[in-house]
């Protein structure tokens, strides 16, 4: 213990030492924000095929049935996501169907709740969401 405090008092020159652990902190917390950044964006863009996928499946089948529920059950499987879905806008061929008309407009809204972590104790939730619009490709008699 003297040896450490007769060192600060000698007057020897120790800052370039704590400039440098200074340095290294700083640059390794930028790094690991910068990564945990990088993952919200990647699953930004992975929620965003994801309502792409679902929206072609029920415009092409002008329905929100049993096939767009089998497309989301396929796309949650190959992608790990589980997010919660909604469609809106949508306007039913006729009062509690799932059936959509032609030319009507479909609306999905897919959102995922995740966290900016990487500092510690520090944890900041974060909800990213991603939409699609389009029409009903399907004709209903």
Do not use: C
């Not at 959102?111 to 939730?125: A, I, K, N, Y």
Request: hydrophobic residues 40%.
């Amino acid at each position: 213990m003297r040896r450490i405090l007769s060192f600060f008092k000698t007057g020897r020159k120790g800052e370039g030492y704590i400039e440098t652990v200074i340095f290294v902190f700083v640059a390794t917390a930028l790094i690991v924000f910068s990564v945990n950044v990088f993952q919200l964006f990647s699953l930004r863009s992975d929620l965003d095929q994801y309502a792409k996928q679902v929206l072609e499946t029920a415009s092409v089948t002008g329905s929100l049935g049993s096939e767009t529920m089998k497309r989301i059950d396929e796309l949650s499987e190959q992608s790990g996501l589980h997010p919660d879905i909604s469609f809106e806008g949508t306007v039913f061929w006729t009062e509690g169907s799932d059936r959509i008309q032609y030319g009507e407009p479909i609306r999905v809204t897919v959102s995922v709740r995740s966290e900016l972590s990487g500092f510690g104790l520090l944890s900041l939730p974060v909800t990213l969401k991603a939409s699609a619009g389009g029409l009903s490709r399907r004709y209903w008699k």
